[in-house]
Every structure is written in C-alpha cells, then in structure tokens.
C-alpha cells in the first residue's frame, strides 16, 4: 500500500501534532505493507504557513498525491482537499477551535468557523488521536461515527522511569505557551501549594504571562532533557482547558511521575485512574491535585507505568493502516 502522508505540520510545530505525526511516520515506514511518500510543500514562515492553508491543502496536496500514483492520502491535520482522486484521510487532533474559539488567532477562527466542518465531513475516513476526539467529531463536524477511526500518540522510547532525575523541589508544566493550555490559573496554584513551577515549551500565540518568584520558563528542551524533567518533578501540571489527546500527560506517566489534569477532557481518558483530575477553572482545585498527589505519589506512580504501556506506536500504525483499508474498501 502506497500512503501519501502530509508532513508539511512539521514545518509549523515541534508540539503534539508534530509528535504524533514524526511517531506515526517512523512506524509506518518499518513496516513491510506500507510504503510511505512524505508529501509537503513551502517552508516555516507565517506567511508561508497562511499559504499553505489557501493553496496546498486546496488543491496542491491532491495533484502531489496523483502525481506520486498513491494508494491513499493522509492529511495529517484539519486541512485536506475538498476532493481528490484518491481516498483521503483526515486525522483530526481536536475541535478545540470550535469549542473554544476565543482562544486561537484570527486566521484560525475563521477557518474554524467556514471551512472546518465540511473539510472534515468530505474526507473518506477521519482519524481522531482519541475517543474524547472521535465524539468531538461526530458531535461537532456532523459525521457519522462508522468514518472516524482512534489512531492514538505513542510515547517515544526516551520516557521511561530509568535515566537521570532533574533535581529540586518542583511541579513540571509542559506545553506551548498559549492562552489554551491554562499556565495563569497553573501559576497561582503553584503558588497556593508552595512549590516551585517549571514551564517547558515553545512560545505560541496570545500575550500570555510566565510571571512569579516561584516561576521558572526554561522554554524548548530536548527530549533527553524533558524526561529528566519529568523523572525529577513532583507532579506534571496539565490543566489544559482542552485537548485531543494530551500527550505530556503520557509521558509524564511512562516516567514515573504523578499527572494533574483537567476533569471531563480528553486528559481523563489518557490517564484513567492514573491521574489527579481536577477543575482547570479553579486555581485551589489544581493546588489541591498538587498536594494529592505528592501525598499518593507511590501508588500513582506504579498505575501510571501501567497505563503508559497502552500507549505504543506500534499500536498507532496498525490502527492507520486499518483506516487506510477501510478507505480502499478493504476493511
């Protein structure tokens, strides 16, 4: 089977998409049934990045995938050709834009608002990174839940419980820095749980503020880096006001470290009884997940080794390839 896989999202982001996808695209191409052709175009500026929405998803991606004489085309992002001469495949990471516009640019909104829901619905088979996503889809883009396949994250090999350990006293925050991810109200329950908060992450958009004594931003960092980071922290912090999927929650549970999350969110599916599920609207309720789980570090500590095993490549890449067949009417 010969997939043309879109790897232009790696040109805009080091975050979860650009993890699920440089995953995804590593297992595929160990397998024996797959060939996989990397289709992407332009480079990593703004205005490049606007260009691609209005002329590579459109139109250009599909003659890339005609021309490359593929089985099937996976659009690794909410955007895809209206029509193509292939099955196509949309993987969807969250609807995020549709629940919570006022927190995304401009250009997004906008797209989020006109384009969205019939990209989504004019794909032969739609890819969600979770059952939280897959009922998002059906309830929000209108598509009938026999299209959407759950192709979850896997964790890179690099988290595990074994390696070297940051040191301090800390509470480890994970994510870009944008209004979504909840880092204010993350920041005053640091505080009101008397610990210091490490924030790791690219900046994004929004004017969002990484302010206190207690504080410390330390931006992007390797991966070898982040897994000392979480082996050596208190808890993860990830009371992210929505997410697809939630992958430093993962992370944070193969290496051995306690998760606080968001209630009623895909994080909850992630974590199961893992994690600390808390309120992300109210500061106290994340201090109190805070000192939960210092309090029950070692029993969630051996339920999130447990639960991370769940979450393998391997296991992603058998679930695509299946959506892939069913697109070709195979499965």
Same mark, same amino acid.
């Given at each position: 089977?010969?997939?043309?896989?879109?790897?232009?999202?790696?040109?805009?982001?080091?975050?979860?998409?650009?993890?699920?996808?440089?995953?995804?695209?590593?297992?595929?191409?160990?397998?024996?049934?797959?060939?996989?052709?990397?289709?992407?175009?332009?480079?990593?500026?703004?205005?490049?990045?606007?260009?691609?929405?209005?002329?590579?998803?459109?139109?250009?991606?599909?003659?890339?995938?005609?021309?490359?004489?593929?089985?099937?085309?996976?659009?690794?992002?909410?955007?895809?050709?209206?029509?193509?001469?292939?099955?196509?495949?949309?993987?969807?990471?969250?609807?995020?834009?549709?629940?919570?516009?006022?927190?995304?640019?401009?250009?997004?909104?906008?797209?989020?608002?006109?384009?969205?829901?019939?990209?989504?619905?004019?794909?032969?088979?739609?890819?969600?990174?979770?059952?939280?996503?897959?009922?998002?889809?059906?309830?929000?883009?209108?598509?009938?839940?026999?299209?959407?396949?759950?192709?979850?994250?896997?964790?890179?090999?690099?988290?595990?419980?074994?390696?070297?350990?940051?040191?301090?006293?800390?509470?480890?925050?994970?994510?870009?820095?944008?209004?979504?991810?909840?880092?204010?109200?993350?920041?005053?329950?640091?505080?009101?749980?008397?610990?210091?908060?490490?924030?790791?992450?690219?900046?994004?958009?929004?004017?969002?503020?990484?302010? #206190?004594?207690?504080?410390? *931003? %330390?931006?992007?960092?390797?991966?070898?880096?982040? +897994? =000392?980071?979480?082996?050596? &922290? /208190?808890?993860?912090?990830?009371?992210?006001?929505?997410?697809?999927?939630?992958?430093?929650?993962?992370?944070?549970?193969?290496?051995?470290?306690?998760?606080?999350?968001?209630?009623?969110?895909?994080?909850?599916?992630?974590?199961?009884?893992?994690?600390?599920?808390?309120?992300?609207?109210?500061?106290?309720?994340?201090?109190?997940?805070?000192?939960?789980?210092?309090?029950?570090?070692?029993?969630?500590?051996?339920? #999130?080794?447990?639960?991370? *095993? %769940?979450?393998?490549?391997?296991?992603?890449?058998? +679930? =695509?390839?299946?959506?892939? &067949? /069913?697109?070709?009417?195979?499965?």
């Amino acid at each position: 089977m010969k997939v043309g896989l879109d790897v232009a999202p790696l040109l805009q982001t080091r975050a979860g998409t650009a993890r699920w996808l440089n995953g995804l695209k590593g297992e595929l191409e160990r397998r024996q049934d797959v060939t996989v052709l990397p289709l992407s175009w332009g480079g990593r500026g703004r205005l490049t990045a606007v260009a691609r929405d209005v002329v590579w998803y459109p139109a250009l991606v599909a003659h890339a995938a005609s021309r490359r004489q593929v089985d099937v085309l996976h659009c690794t992002i909410f955007r895809a050709p209206p029509r193509a001469r292939v099955p196509t495949i949309l993987t969807v990471h969250d609807l995020a834009v549709l629940r919570h516009p006022d927190v995304f640019p401009l250009w997004t909104r906008l797209y989020g608002r006109t384009a969205l829901r019939p990209t989504i619905r004019s794909a032969d088979r739609v890819i969600a990174v979770s059952e939280f996503s897959k009922r998002e889809v059906v309830e929000l883009a209108g598509v009938d839940e026999w299209v959407v396949d759950v192709v979850p994250n896997g964790v890179e090999r690099v988290f595990d419980a074994d390696g070297p350990a940051a040191s301090g006293e800390y509470a480890l925050a994970v994510g870009t820095v944008e209004p979504r991810k909840n880092l204010a109200r993350t920041i005053e329950a640091a505080a009101q749980a008397g610990i210091e908060l490490r924030v790791v992450g690219d900046p994004g958009w929004g004017n969002v503020t990484l302010a #206190g004594p207690h504080v410390r *931003r %330390l931006g992007f960092v390797a991966d070898e880096e982040l +897994a =000392a980071l979480y082996r050596g &922290a /208190r808890c993860l912090v990830f009371p992210s006001l929505y997410e697809g999927f939630g992958i430093p929650a993962a992370e944070a549970m193969a290496c051995g470290t306690p998760v606080v999350t968001s209630a009623g969110s895909a994080m909850a599916d992630v974590v199961g009884r893992a994690g600390i599920l808390v309120d992300p609207l109210d500061p106290g309720s994340i201090a109190n997940g805070i000192d939960e789980a210092d309090r029950r570090r070692d029993e969630l500590v051996r339920l #999130g080794l447990e639960r991370a *095993r %769940l979450f393998t490549w391997e296991r992603a890449a058998e +679930a =695509a390839v299946g959506s892939y &067949a /069913r697109a070709l009417g195979r499965g």
